[in-house]
Nanobody
Framework: QEQLVESGGGLVQPGGSLRLSCTASGIAFSFYAMAWYRQAPGKQRELVASITRSGNTNYADSVKGRFTISRDNAKNTVYLQMNSLKPEDTAVYYC???????WGQGTQVTVSA
């Protein structure tokens, strides 16, 4: 049974950095494209970044140049390095297989002075 466990969130000041991790189990991780999504209060969930099986990446315009998605297939883990964080990055962050329907519990990121 698929499981996705996100971690690494927290409270950070504007301009700071965080690295999120998402560890998968119950799936053949290396065969799937993965993505990070986020949902801010009162807003719809949105795609932040994605990475294919071969490591090709795509980013939402709002995070380009600040966020980096990567994966370690040996650890069944996808990462999201977030730099130059802004208050508008505050949200619950989730990872998911691009083609999957299972959502983990998410990890809260709060950017505030």
């Amino acid at each position: 049974q698929e499981q996705l466990v996100e971690s690494g969130g927290g409270l950070v000041q504007p301009g700071g950095s965080l690295r999120l991790s998402c560890t998968a189990s119950g799936i053949a991780f290396s065969f799937y494209a993965m993505a990070w999504y986020r949902q801010a209060p009162g807003k719809q969930r949105e795609l932040v970044a994605s990475i294919t099986r071969s490591g090709n990446t795509n980013y939402a315009d709002s995070v380009k140049g600040r966020f980096t998605i990567s994966r370690d297939n040996a650890k069944n883990t996808v990462y999201l390095q977030m730099n130059s964080l802004k208050p508008e990055d505050t949200a619950v962050y989730y990872c998911k297989r691009i083609t999957g329907s299972y959502w983990g519990q998410g990890t809260q990121v709060t950017v505030s002075a």
